[in-house]
């Protein structure tokens, strides 16, 4: 015969509301209270019936995550490899699951966004890559969905989980200036994306206050825009050292540089951003500002379940997660090694 929870409660001489607590991750049950629950539970095999849950709370146990990335643009990608088990880990032994939708453009965006209020497929949302009049955020605002920004709410009092971009753009560029480059450019991301705007930002601020001048091409995400538009960049531009918004993004750098003959970091010095496992393939190490992701998935996975459960206060706060230059090979110039 099912073991219910009812049958559980006895067992661990706990009301079933307890047991409720427990299965749900509520940190106010007593430790001691806990374990003795969960040892009832696995003693038993007990398996919550989702469904039934799911009715009674009117809530699905889903948390959605909406990515925007041409077909094939998530390929090997860490930020979203390490965004996405950071979601599923957080999310471990808790009544919810991730639910991840890919689109390719605003307008399938702009669908999938509609569907998912109208079904109510999901509890909540994580909001990634804000943009400077995201319509997102009104929509979901207007219907009153429980949601979290990973990035810059920008003027919207929204509850949102972030770095100090620009700070972290300025500590990149000033890093490069410091180890003796004096033409450096930035290649960010698609134009109106704040995260890249504001890397953009403090880049601009660190070598305007050097007397230079800033050299700024916008790519799209992923290695082999990133490689296109550097091609382009190196050529012209001939810069002695580049700032560039992610890792991903600056393996494809690296590449147009190989294909242009420009020795890392010797004719070209490099920065990144989100020190992944990438930065160890560059023989010299690829330098990164550290972003702490995993803090930042936890702060807004954290927060968006206080706000699908109703036990979040009404002030909505923007948390700011400290960056931290990880410094390797990339940006000591000179060097003797090549790429």
Known sequence: MRVTQLDIAKLANVSQATVSRVLSGDDRVEPTIRERVLDVI???????????????????????????????????????????????????????????????????????????LRTRRVDGLILVESEAADERINLLQRDKFPFVLIGNPKNNHIYSVDNDNVHAGELATQHLIRNGYRRIGFLGGPQYITVSDDRIEGYRRAVTAQGME???????????????????????????????????????????????????????????????????????????VSLGIEKIVQAAVWKLLEVIEGDSPDVQVRHIVPCELRVRGSSLRPSAVSL
């Open 214 to 288: 800033p050299i700024i091409y916008h790519s799209r995400f992923g290695f082999e825009s990133a490689r296109a538009t550097a091609l382009n960049m190196l050529d012209f531009e001939q810069p002695d050292a580049l700032v560039v918004l992610d890792d991903f993004m600056a393996c494809g750098v690296i590449l147009a540089a190989r294909q242009l003959n420009l020795k890392v970091p010797d004719q070209l010095g490099m920065v990144s951003f989100n020190d992944s496992s990438l930065c160890n393939l560059l023989d010299v190490g690829l330098t990164s």
């Open 42 to 116: 696995r003693i038993h095999n007990y398996q919550p019936d989702v469904r039934a849950r799911s009715l009674r709370l009117r809530r699905t146990g889903l948390i959605g995550l909406v990515l925007k990335r041409p077909p094939g643009g998530l390929s090997d990608d860490p930020f979203f490899a390490a965004l996405t088990a950071g979601i599923m880990d957080y999310l471990c032994g808790k009544p919810y699951h991730l639910c991840v939708d890919v689109v390719t453009d605003a307008s399938s965006q702009e669908g999938i966004y509609d569907e998912m």
